[in-house]
């Protein structure tokens, strides 16, 4: 499943590989941004990375679904303010219960990333399901990542171990006498294309999770393969009885009118006796049929031969013979 997400999310990039890249750096850039400018203010630089932490994650999702997003999607929780309302509503909360279950002793930081992992569809909600409450939000994303959640774990855990086994390749390489400085530009090249590729790979993949869990187009999983061998016939299932409410009224019972008697009926009588079997005499042969001569006759407009028996019209002018 985690590859054929990958596949989809690859899929997507390829479409429009370079906006998609450009709204990446642009969304990261503002998140980065607002929480330097107002790190003062807590709570300002905080609100300010949530909304366009989920405004990129739309972006992310419009970009999965080729959908063609602008610079100006960035700042859509800014404009309706009934939005920017629901949304830092939302995300507030559940930043909230994330800091709680972090504060439990030793085991907090556990429970911390279990609960990002079945809140991690609380945008996308906030975002497109406006029936849903803001607060409800995160019980949604929780009941629907069940099942989903250890997926998304390692579909995030495996980009990060590629990248560290391809350092480790490079970095092996680097110990080479007389090459290890073009290796040394070559690792970094890796860390500046994994820096800025990830955030984008990993929203689409997080964007591919949510569409797939609403929306199911193809299987995520494979088909369970036949079974070999013996195999336990079919038996027909027997029919269910149709459900009837005990609270619907009973309607009453029509007494049955008693059976007349019918008159008995006659007395057997045999059938007569069948005429006797007479042969039936051969038909007569049929005379042959006398061949009709020909009558042949000359038109008097054209001079054309023809038979009159078949025709009185001269196959020739078309004139009627007299």
Do not use: H
């Amino acid at each position: 499943m985690i590859f054929q997400i990958y596949a989809r999310a690859v899929q997507a990039l390829k479409n429009q590989p370079l906006r998609i890249l450009g709204l990446s750096l642009f969304g990261c850039l503002l998140i980065g941004l607002g929480s330097s400018l107002f790190g003062l203010i807590v709570g300002v630089a905080m609100a300010i990375a949530l909304l366009f932490n989920a405004a990129l994650n739309q972006v992310y999702l419009r970009s999965y679904r080729g959908e063609q997003c602008t610079t100006q999607d960035m700042f859509v929780t800014f404009k309706d303010k009934a939005l920017l309302k629901r949304v830092l509503g939302g995300m507030a909360w559940r930043e909230l219960w994330v800091f709680i279950w972090g504060l439990i002793p030793i085991v907090g930081p556990i429970f911390a990333i279990m609960k990002t992992y079945s809140w991690r569809l609380t945008p996308y909600i906030l975002m497109n399901e406006p029936d849903v409450k803001p607060m409800d939000a995160i019980k949604v994303s929780e009941e629907r990542t069940r099942g989903y959640r250890g997926k998304m774990f390692w579909a995030d855990v495996l980009i990060f171990l590629i990248f560290y086994v391809v350092m480790a390749i490079v970095l092996i390489f680097c110990r080479i006498p007389y090459i290890q400085y073009l290796f040394f530009v070559v690792a970094l090249v890796v860390v500046v294309v994994f820096a800025a590729m990830v955030p984008l790979f990993l929203g689409l993949v997080q964007a591919a999770f949510y569409d797939e869990i609403n929306n199911p187009s193809i299987p995520l999983t494979a088909p369970a393969a036949p079974q070999q061998g013996f195999q336990q016939p079919a038996y027909p299932q027997q029919p269910q009885q149709a459900w009837t409410n005990p609270a619907a009224p009973v309607a009453p019972v029509v007494p049955v009118a008693p059976v007349v008697p019918t008159a008995p009926a006659a007395p057997f009588e045999p059938a007569a006796p069948a005429a006797p079997f007479e042969p039936i005499a051969p038909p007569a042969p049929e005379a042959p049929a006398v061949p009709v001569e020909p009558l042949f006759r000359f038109c008097t407009n054209c001079g054309t031969r023809f038979d009159r028996n078949q025709t009185n019209v001269c196959p020739n002018c078309g004139k009627v013979a007299e």
